[in-house]
């Protein structure tokens, strides 16, 4: 699906149609009250306080009474109808915002993480409002319809200048919305800006304060700051513009509509319950009118966050995948032929179902392209990248998903408890004593009086760098993919638990179904590998047994004894 500004827009419109059809109607009707109500009060008038006729005095308060109950209810109900259709398509789009970001399959929006968080909120909560838009210019239309007919009833001429009048009013107050538009866009951008910068700068904090940079960083922000501040000053300079356009042209409409009514009636050409109608409505018709040029800027407003969401919604993916389910289990579990990305260079690699595979990259930037095209991240790559016997290109996502798991350096821990992230939404538990024994986290877990229920903070924030590595690697473990990849999992512990953990590792992923490429420099877990690949300069250079590598091969020497 093409995704653009109009098609988002449209489509929320479609999908609310019938809430919103609820809504427009009963607001409809609350405006057409509301312009019968001068009408009523001119009929008042004419038939009871002219007349004196206590019979028809009562008939006209009984219209009074019904006429301010039915526009009452009618508001509050259409409102309530609206509003509704409001904050379900705010919540639809966030969700369509959060899946296409998460999605594994990756995007190429090129937008930072806070401009994506901005979109998600503030452009999905402000693009909705369209439906507010919608359903308020047709109750305004409504109300000029009912107004000029009633004007048409009164005076053919007044109502036909009203008629006349009205539209061209519109059109001038119209004419602002893509300056409008186009300003509340570069603000929404701006802001997106500044906040991203400001996610950037929170997140680096400590590393800014330790190279002596924080002065630097503030004024970068202070700047961004300024730049969203002209721009949401352009944007509400724009907008007061077109309220003041919208209010003095209602006046001068009104004054012209009084003015040519009161000298009808100087003339006897109307009655003065007449006159008080056409005053009345003329007055009212102010209000229509304000509410199709505040339609016009909750559009225009509405019409830049779609934009913003179509271009997430819209972004291509970060990889190609199929649609195919199956693999072929005699076949290695993971395979990489004549593989070129970035540093790589025509990279063959293999993994047997049973296998530990060791890594030794020379240059880490070697390690990082290889984590990279393993993870399926890599858009554009030379060779093969075969699980199973067949190409991912041609697999299933979530089959994908399933078969391979890149435990990365970074450990990402959420808030909750450390049995919630061990266990990563997965029922496994019988097997959780075990992996956290295996990646040398007994203690981590024995520290605390609660145990497994102690709870972590966002990011894992109240434990130590080696700590938040080892539970990432327990949770790895647990989940028991066939093809388990991890970089570096034992830099930040001391060398007794890396031992430990070499030795859980090789025990729990040592088994025939399962294939395990370890990506690392250290000696203790290079040695509980079955083998050991070296590469240089994006090459395979050496392949072998640790203990006859770090005999045999300098550079590998060099690079793993410690």
Known sequence: ????????????????????????????LHQATEAAVPVVIGIFVDQAVSTGRLESLLWCVLMLFALFAVLSNAWKAGARQVMRAIEYETHQLRLEIARRVLDPRGHRTGLRSGELLLIATSDAEKASLVLRAVALGFAGSTALAVSSVALLLVDVPLGIGVMIGVPLLVLGIQALSPLLT????????????????????VGGLRTLRGIGA??????????????????TLRAASTNGLQDGVTTALSGLLLAAVAGIAGWFALDGRI??????????????????????????????MSRASAGRLASVLGSPWGIATGISTTVDPSKPLLALE?????????????????????????????????????????????????VGGAEVEELDIDLVRRSVLVEQHDTDLFEGTLRSNLLAG???????DRVVAAAA????????????????????RTLSGGQRQRLGLARALLAEPPVLVLHDPSTAVDAVTEELLAEGLAEVRGVATLATLVLTSSPALLGKMHRVLVVSDGVLVAEGRHAELAETDSAYQEAVLR
Request: with cysteine; glycine share 10%; charged share 20%.
């Open 1 to 28: 699906m093409e995704f653009t500004p109009g098609s988002v827009m449209r489509r929320s419109v479609r999908r609310h149609r019938r809430r919103l059809a609820g809504g427009v109607v009963l607001l409809s």
């Open 182 to 201: 186009r300003r509340t866009s570069s603000q929404q951008e701006a802001v997106a800006n500044t906040t991203a910068l400001a996610t950037d700068l």
């Open 214 to 231: 924080q002065h630097n960083a503030a004024e970068r922000y202070r700047r961004s700051s300024q730049e969203t501040l002209k721009a």
């Open 271 to 300: 009655s003065i319950g007449e006159l008080i109608t056409v005053v009345g409505l003329a007055q009212f018709v102010a209000e229509p009118v304000g509410l199709l040029g505040f339609s016009g800027q909750v559009f225009a």
């Open 338 to 386: 004549g593989v070129g990305y970035k540093t790589l260079s025509s990279l063959d690699l293999s993994l047997q179902p049973g296998e530990l595979v060791g890594v030794l990259c020379y240059d880490p930037r070697d390690a990082d392209a290889l984590l990279t095209v393993v993870a399926g991240r890599a858009a554009e790559h030379s060779g093969r990248v075969l």
């Open 426 to 432: 997965s029922g496994n538990t019988a097997r959780l």
């Open 441 to 460: 986290a007994t203690d981590v877990v024995e520290a605390h009086a609660d145990g497994l229920d102690h709870p972590l903070a966002d990011r894992g």
